[in-house]
């Protein structure tokens, strides 16, 4: 059945009008903010006193606080001794995103230090940035002499030497222990943990006392919060034998004293070891070798210089080493 035109004409109308009607109905999208902006927190740091060959790190985190993504393109540094790592740029950062950069100071010479890190992006507020303060502090301990030597030291006795240990920093320094190695060294001094104020000096004594013969090296260690700890002293000394001497004094009148001889052959020939008369009647011998079988005598010395026959012979064995 066909419809009248006029039908016809109506629907197509009402048509039109409901796809123009339509045509307005247009979801609006949201468009993204165009605003970019960084943040850093902290905006200062202070690394407070830093010694010398040391270093102090803070952690620094950046933060895109505005909807559009920022591209961090550079950060630049200021400041001796002042660092930046943590971060491979070009970096970017949406809405919201963060990244952290670490910051460190390791100061060179000693004294006040500023600086800065500038965070260079091409965010609004660029460049951000975090102010930097720090001091460099030299802890440094010296000692004097700068080395022990003992020389020859007889088994059986013992030998002191000093050390004298100045603060020859701009930091007070905290010596917390003092200790020595080698066979038959020691040290002592006043009582550990001790403060040493700039300039301020100490004394330590160290002790050699040899149980076996020969050489021997060591050291004494001080160790502290200076930059150069420990503090190694090197030693150095010999342990020797001596062989000790008696007689019988002489009942003849006008004795003033005695001269000691030695030989390596039993029955001589004898070598005098005493430089003058010895008054006593025992005596000392410092200057044996170990493992050596020595030979002794001794003679009365009168007023006039004139001497007696030997005495008998003493054997003595030095022990080896």
């Not at 670490?102 to 100061?107: E, N, Q």
């Not at 030299?138 to 700068?146: E, K, N, V």
């Not at 104020?197 to 060591?218: C, E, H, L, Y």
């Amino acid at each position: 059945m066909s419809l009248p035109a006029r039908y016809v004409r109506f629907q197509h109308t009402k048509l039109l009008r409901f796809l123009l009607g339509a045509m307005f109905i247009i979801p609006v999208m949201a468009v993204g903010s165009s605003v970019r902006a960084l943040s850093v927190s902290p905006k200062t740091i202070n690394f407070g006193s830093v010694t010398l060959g040391k270093s102090v790190n803070y952690t620094v985190s950046v933060t895109n606080t505005a909807g559009a993504r920022v591209k961090i393109s550079q950060i630049v540094v200021s400041g001796t001794g002042f660092m930046v790592s943590g971060l491979s740029l070009p970096l970017i950062l949406h809405g919201g995103q963060s990244v952290s950069l670490l910051v460190s100071f390791a100061p060179t010479v000693t004294g006040s230090a500023t600086g800065s890190v500038s965070v260079v992006s091409n965010a609004s507020n660029s460049p951000a940035t975090v102010a930097l303060s720090g001091t460099g502090v030299s802890i440094q301990l010296t000692a004097s002499p700068s080395s022990l030597s003992f020389g020859s030291v007889t088994l059986g006795s013992s030998s002191i030497l000093p050390i004298v240990v100045t603060n020859a920093g701009n930091a007070t320094i905290t010596i917390s222990q003092a200790t020595a190695t080698g066979n038959g060294f020691s040290v002592s001094g006043p009582s550990l943990p001790l403060v040493l104020a700039v300039g301020q000096n100490t004394s330590f004594s160290v002790t050699f006392a040899p149980t076996v013969g020969g050489s021997v090296t060591g050291n004494v260690s001080l160790a502290s919060n200076a930059s150069d700890s420990p503090l190694n002293e090197p030693l150095s000394a010999t342990g020797v034998h001596s062989v000790a001497l008696s007689w019988t004094a002489s009942t003849s009148s006008g004795v003033v004293g005695y001269d000691v001889y030695r030989s390596t052959i039993s029955g001589g020939p004898y070598t005098e070891i005493n430089s003058t008369p010895i008054a006593g009647t025992s005596y000392t011998d410092p200057t044996v070798g170990s493992g050596q079988t020595y030979y002794y005598v001794t003679a009365a010395v009168g007023s006039g210089g004139a001497e007696s026959a030997y005495s008998n012979q003493a054997i003595a064995s030095v022990p080896s080493p």
